[in-house]
């Protein structure tokens, strides 16, 4: 089992940063994928970054891509995620996931552990 607790949402305004953080827990942390996905009421939750367990490997979604950065440090079981230049429709619930994982290769799909999620608004 893992155990993932985010932390660092909240309201910004359009152009603003913001860093989410995740602290896992229940499992050697560098055996462990993780990512950052988002979810709007009635749409589909969404892999925004992902990161490989070594930290190595990295992807960003197109619509993030640039703006967006995912970091993780090993030593301190937590995964980071750097938000520049907000924009309102990155308007969501940010979750913090993870999955074990083989490779250091950053994967994509198979997440199974979930944090609760931290509300991000970006007001226009």
């Known amino acids: 089992q893992v155990q993932l607790v985010e932390s660092g949402g909240g309201l910004v305004q359009a152009g603003d940063s913001l860093r989410l953080s995740c602290a896992a827990s229940?499992?050697?942390?560098?055996?462990?994928?993780m990512g950052w996905f988002r979810q709007v009421p009635g749409k589909e939750r969404e892999l925004v970054v992902a990161i490989g367990r070594s930290g190595g490997s990295t992807y960003a979604a197109d619509s993030v891509k640039g703006r967006f950065t995912i970091s993780r440090d090993n030593a301190k079981n937590t995964v980071y995620l750097q938000m520049n230049s907000l924009k309102p429709e990155d308007t969501a619930v940010y979750y913090c996931?993870?999955?074990?994982?083989?490779?250091?290769?950053?994967?994509?799909?198979?997440?199974?552990?979930w944090g609760q999620g931290t509300q991000v608004t970006v007001a226009s």
């Open positions: 996931a993870a999955r074990v994982a083989f490779t250091t290769v950053v994967v994509t799909t198979g997440y199974n552990y």
């Open positions: 229940g499992r050697t942390f560098s055996s462990i994928a």
